[in-house]
C-alpha cells in the first residue's frame, strides 16, 4: 500500500469537521485511521466515509470513545499526526458539566499519551471552538491571547455554556500537556464552520448559520452578527498546521464577521422563494451579538482562505436543497 504522505489519525470521524477533514486528506494523499464511538448511531453505516475516494485503500475505521481513554492507542499506533477533533456535545444539558468537561479532558489526555506512547506522532493538531474564546464578557475583536472565562459561564449560564466550558478546559490542558511533556500540540479555533457536509444528518452549525440568513431564532436565540468560515478552509487549515515547519500555540480561523441583515440579502438575492421575517417581526426576540476573532496569526504563517462569504452560504443551502433539509 502506497502512502505517499504518512498515515494520520482523526478522532470523530463521523462529525461535521471530522467527516470533510478525512476527505480532505484522503484527496492529498495521506492515509487515514478515524475513529467513531461504538454505540453511536453512525456505527450502523458508514458509507459516507467507506464511499470516498480513496478510503477502500487508505481508511481505516477504528471503534473507540472518550469515557475510555486507552481505546484509542490501536487507531493512533503508527501515525505522524493527529487531528483531535472528537468532542462531546450536549447543548440540551442531559448531563451535568462537570461530567462532560471531565470525560472531554480524560479523554483528551489518554489521547495525548497515545500520541507520546507511539514515537511515531510528530505532531498533535487540536480542534478548539470560539466559544472558548470570546465568552468572556467582551465585544471587541479577539486574537489567540483570549479565552473564555469559565466562572463567568458557570455563574451566568448563556445557551451552550456546558460546551464552552469544556471546550475551554480541554483546549487548555491540551496545551498544557504539550509543553510539560515535550509534545508538538497547535489548536485551531474555527468560528461557526458552515458549507456543504457529507454526514448522515445536518450539522448544527449549518442550521445555526442559516436561521441567522432566514431570520429565524435558533437554538442560539437571534444571532444579529457572527462570524463564519467554509468546512474546506478549516480542513485545509487542518493540514496546513500539521504540515506547517514551524507553528506554535493557537490559531484562530474565521474568514469574516457579517451582520443577519447582510446574509439575508445575500439569500434573498439568488433565492427570492425563501420568506425572510421583517426586522419588525423580530423586535420581540432575544438577540445575540457574537464578537468577531482574527485570524492574522493563521494569515501571518501563510494560511489562504479560499472561499467568501457568498460561497459559504451558497455551499450550505444548496447542499441542503439536495439533502432534503430545506
Same mark, same amino acid.
Given at each position: 500500500?502506497?502512502?505517499?504522505?504518512?498515515? $494520520?489519525?482523526?478522532?470523530?470521524?463521523?462529525?461535521?469537521?471530522?467527516?470533510?477533514?478525512?476527505?480532505?486528506?484522503?484527496?492529498?494523499?495521506?492515509?487515514?485511521? +478515524?475513529?467513531?464511538?461504538?454505540?453511536?448511531?453512525?456505527?450502523?453505516?458508514?458509507?459516507?466515509?467507506?464511499?470516498?475516494?480513496?478510503?477502500?485503500? *487508505?481508511?481505516?475505521?477504528?471503534?473507540?470513545?472518550?469515557?475510555?481513554?486507552?481505546?484509542?492507542?490501536?487507531?493512533?499506533?503508527?501515525?505522524?499526526?493527529?487531528?483531535?477533533?472528537?468532542? #462531546?456535545?450536549? &447543548?440540551?444539558?442531559?448531563?451535568?458539566?462537570? /461530567? $462532560?468537561?471531565?470525560?472531554?479532558?480524560?479523554? +483528551?489526555?489518554?489521547?495525548?499519551?497515545?500520541?507520546?506512547?507511539?514515537?511515531?506522532?510528530?505532531? $498533535?493538531?487540536?480542534?478548539?471552538?470560539?466559544?472558548?474564546?470570546?465568552?468572556?464578557?467582551?465585544?471587541?475583536?479577539?486574537?489567540?491571547?483570549?479565552?473564555?472565562?469559565?466562572?463567568?459561564? *458557570?455563574?451566568?449560564?448563556?445557551?451552550?455554556?456546558?460546551?464552552?466550558?469544556?471546550?475551554?478546559?480541554?483546549?487548555?490542558?491540551?496545551?498544557?500537556?504539550?509543553?510539560?511533556?515535550?509534545?508538538? /500540540?497547535?489548536?485551531?479555533?474555527? +468560528?461557526?464552520?458552515?458549507? #456543504?457536509?457529507?454526514?448522515?444528518?445536518?450539522?448544527?452549525?449549518?442550521?445555526?448559520?442559516?436561521?441567522?440568513?432566514?431570520?429565524?431564532?435558533?437554538?442560539?436565540?437571534? /444571532?444579529?452578527?457572527?462570524?463564519?468560515?467554509?468546512?474546506?478552509?478549516?480542513?485545509?487549515?487542518?493540514?496546513?498546521?500539521?504540515?506547517?515547519?514551524? $507553528?506554535?500555540? *493557537?490559531?484562530?480561523?474565521?474568514?469574516?464577521?457579517?451582520?443577519?441583515?447582510?446574509?439575508?440579502?445575500?439569500?434573498?438575492?439568488?433565492? #427570492?422563494?425563501?420568506?425572510?421575517?421583517?426586522?419588525?417581526?423580530?423586535?420581540?426576540?432575544?438577540?445575540?451579538?457574537?464578537?468577531?476573532?482574527?485570524?492574522?496569526?493563521?494569515?501571518?504563517?501563510?494560511?489562504? &482562505?479560499?472561499?467568501?462569504?457568498?460561497?459559504?452560504?451558497?455551499?450550505?443551502?444548496?447542499?441542503?436543497?439536495?439533502?432534503?433539509?430545506?
Amino acid at each position: 500500500m502506497e502512502e505517499s504522505k504518512g498515515r $494520520v489519525c482523526v478522532t470523530g470521524g463521523t462529525g461535521f469537521i471530522g467527516s470533510w477533514l478525512i476527505k480532505t486528506l484522503l484527496e492529498n494523499d495521506y492515509s487515514v485511521n +478515524t475513529t467513531i464511538r461504538p454505540n453511536s448511531e453512525h456505527g450502523k453505516d458508514v458509507s459516507f466515509l467507506t464511499s470516498l475516494s480513496g478510503a477502500s485503500q *487508505r481508511l481505516q475505521i477504528f471503534s473507540a470513545d472518550l469515557s475510555y481513554p486507552e481505546s484509542f492507542s490501536a487507531a493512533i499506533e503508527g501515525c505522524i499526526g493527529v487531528f483531535h477533533v472528537a468532542h #462531546p456535545v450536549d &447543548f440540551e444539558l442531559r448531563e451535568p458539566e462537570e /461530567v $462532560v468537561t471531565k470525560r472531554s479532558i480524560d479523554g +483528551t489526555l489518554g489521547i495525548l499519551k497515545a500520541c507520546l506512547n507511539s514515537k511515531t506522532v510528530k505532531r $498533535v493538531v487540536y480542534t478548539s471552538s470560539s466559544s472558548a474564546v470570546y465568552l468572556n464578557g467582551k465585544e471587541f475583536m479577539m486574537d489567540e491571547s483570549y479565552w473564555s472565562d469559565v466562572d463567568y459561564l *458557570r455563574a451566568s449560564k448563556p445557551v451552550g455554556w456546558s460546551y464552552a466550558v469544556s471546550k475551554t478546559l480541554t483546549e487548555k490542558t491540551v496545551l498544557e500537556f504539550g509543553e510539560q511533556n515535550g509534545l508538538d /500540540v497547535v489548536t485551531l479555533i474555527p +468560528t461557526f464552520v458552515c458549507g #456543504p457536509f457529507i454526514c448522515s444528518k445536518l450539522p448544527s452549525s449549518v442550521d445555526a448559520t442559516l436561521n441567522v440568513a432566514f431570520g429565524k431564532k435558533g437554538p442560539f436565540g437571534v /444571532v444579529l452578527q457572527t462570524s463564519l468560515v467554509h468546512v474546506d478552509d478549516v480542513a485545509k487549515a487542518h493540514i496546513f498546521l500539521l504540515e506547517h515547519p514551524n $507553528v506554535k500555540g *493557537r490559531y484562530n480561523c474565521s474568514l469574516c464577521t457579517v451582520t443577519r441583515e447582510r446574509m439575508s440579502e445575500l439569500v434573498y438575492a439568488k433565492y #427570492p422563494k425563501f420568506q425572510l421575517p421583517t426586522p419588525d417581526s423580530l423586535e420581540l426576540i432575544e438577540s445575540i451579538k457574537k464578537p468577531a476573532l482574527s485570524s492574522k496569526k493563521l494569515i501571518d504563517a501563510g494560511f489562504v &482562505f479560499k472561499y467568501g462569504l457568498e460561497k459559504i452560504i451558497d455551499d450550505a443551502i444548496q447542499c441542503c436543497q439536495e439533502n432534503c433539509y430545506l
